[in-house]
């Protein structure tokens, strides 16, 4: 069965770069599209942005400028990387799978993400 | 300010019935197929309904779910008070070119 859990510095300073990695396990990174999602704190879910097997991206264009997905496949791993941190990106970060049928299928846990110095 | 329009909360007896709307446009909803999230306390989304009103084998058919035009509903029959949690809805938006979620409903089992 696939698992997914997201991981990374829990605190980020304003301005610096948030990092975060999704392991993939009981299954294969090289197929599929995986997601990133966000929740700020008593807010509803955020799409931004997925990767492809083959390594092509789709972003949010509200956070295009900042965001980097990228695949790990040696790893069976993922990542996200966003750039010039404000308050307004913390967040829970949730990594998620995106099947054959138009959906998010399978989420991972989450990890959540404060910017503050 | 969300893509997707739901009623920010709802709510019914044990046992009852409640129907979730969510409502977009002609670029997301009328274009798309629509998905359907359960959030319990605390934990990740869960997929409850894909392709409009498919349910992943897991999910009890007391969910079920439908599409019209620009509007899709979820219906929850046989309420149980597991069943409080947010839900949200959710597609592709052709215009913004992003997927798009509802803001999404609150549901209380009273």
């Known amino acids: 069965q696939v698992q997914l859990q997201a991981s990374g510095p829990g605190l980020v300073k304003p301005s610096e770069t948030l990092s975060l990695t999704c392991t993939v396990s009981g299954g294969s990174i090289s197929s599929y599209y995986w997601s990133w999602i966000r929740q700020p704190p008593g807010k509803g879910l955020e799409w931004i942005g997925y990767?492809?097997?083959?390594?092509?991206?789709k972003y949010n264009p509200s956070l295009k400028s900042r965001v980097t997905i990228s695949l790990h496949t040696s790893k069976n791993q993922f990542s996200l990387t966003l750039s010039s941190v404000t308050a307004a990106d913390t967040a829970v970060y949730y990594c998620?799978?995106?099947?054959?049928?138009?959906?998010?299928?399978?989420w991972g846990q989450g990890t959540m993400v404060t910017v503050s110095s | 300010q969300s893509v997707l329009t739901q009623p920010p909360s709802v709510s019914a007896a044990p046992g009852q019935r409640v129907t979730i709307s969510c409502s977009g446009s002609s670029s997301n909803i009328g274009n798309d197929y629509v998905s359907w999230y359960q959030q319990l306390p605390g934990t990740a989304p869960k997929l409850l309904i894909y392709?409009?009103?498919k349910r992943p084998s897991d999910i009890p058919d007391r969910f079920s779910a439908s599409k019209s035009g620009t509007s899709a509903t979820l219906d929850i029959t046989g309420l149980q008070t597991g069943d409080e949690a947010d839900y949200y809805c959710g597609t592709w938006d052709s215009s913004l070119s992003a997927a798009v979620f509802g803001g999404g409903t609150q549901l209380t089992v009273l």
């Open positions: 998620a799978w995106v099947g054959d049928n138009h959906a998010f299928d399978l």
């Open positions: 392709e409009n009103k």
């Open positions: 990767i492809f097997y083959s390594g092509s991206t």
